[in-house]
């Protein structure tokens, strides 16, 4: 019997974007996770079913085996750290950036020059505490999970950690980009103890997109 096949994804960009990936792959999802309600969608494989989940929850899914095999953004897997995974492909898909953000009228260069304490709002706590760190700029890490462009609007941080893609929220909240800390794309991740127990199918699914990313 063949052995099914979790996938986890997340919806918005990173599902819309392995889409083709997929299709790659043969596998054509059956139901619009914009429409649906489900969290387990089929495929026209009865083999591969594909759930739907958070994107910072995409690592944990694989990690914990709720997933053989998913699609994360960096960001999500420096977060999360990447244990019980491997990470066979970057998909060079959902690309932005990790960046620092203040308001127009704070001037970060001369915060940093003159070594002030600066208070940071991030989702991503780790990758900020990184790389204020080996910069030598000492931060107050305030976690957010969301809208984190408002903290400085109204005071509560000097400075944000955030993807950015157009830069069009950043303008739209009068923010200006004054560091990029990393490109960001999603990878394919995949739970160690499914690789070896479900290596044909879970290769067979690898190579697939290997070869469209190849081609692209
Ligand atoms: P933008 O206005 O195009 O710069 O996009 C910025 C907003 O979209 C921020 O709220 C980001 O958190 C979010 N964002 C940008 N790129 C991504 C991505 N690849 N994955 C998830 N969220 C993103």
Same mark, same amino acid.
Not at 69 to 78: E, T, Y
Not at 108 to 135: D, E, M, N, W
Not at 183 to 192: A, E, M, P, Y
């Given at each position: /019997? ?15 974007? +392995? ?12 139901? &619009? ?34 997933? @053989? ?15 019980? /995974?491997?990470?066979?492909? &970057? ?6 950036? *990790?960046?620092?953000? *203040?308001?127009? @009228?704070? @001037? ?16 991503? +706590? ?10 030598? *700029?000492?931060? %107050? ?6 809208? /984190?462009? !408002?903290?400085? !609007?109204?005071? /509560? ?11 069009? +929220? ?36 690898? %190579? ?7 081609? @692209?």
């Amino acid at each position: /019997m063949t052995p099914q096949i979790t996938l986890a994804l997340s919806k918005g960009r990173i599902f819309d974007e +392995t889409l083709p990936l997929l299709a790659a792959a043969g596998i054509e999802v059956l139901e &619009d996770p914009e429409t649906s309600r489900k969290l387990i969608l089929p495929t026209n494989r009865p083999d591969v079913r594909v759930v739907l989940v958070r994107a910072t929850d995409v690592p944990t899914y694989v990690q914990y085996g709720g997933a @053989d095999i998913g699609v994360a953004g960096k960001d999500s897997l420096l977060e999360h750290g990447g244990q019980g /995974m491997f990470r066979p492909l &970057d998909l060079q898909i959902a690309r932005c950036r *990790v960046s620092v953000a *203040v308001r127009a @009228d704070f @001037d970060y260069a001369q915060a940093v020059r003159q070594g002030a304490r600066l208070k940071v709002a991030t989702k991503y +706590t780790h990758i900020a505490r990184q790389f204020f760190s080996a910069k030598g *700029v000492h931060v %107050d890490l305030i976690k957010l999970y969301g809208s /984190m462009e !408002l903290a400085p !609007l109204i005071g /509560m941080a000097d400075a944000i950690v955030d993807l950015v893609s157009t830069g069009n +929220t950043l303008r739209a909240n009068d923010l200006v980009e004054v560091e990029q800390i990393m490109d960001i794309s999603s990878h394919l991740v995949v739970n160690q103890a499914a690789l070896k127990l479900k290596q044909a199918p879970l290769k067979r699914i690898i %190579d697939a997109f290997a070869r469209a990313i190849a081609q @692209d």
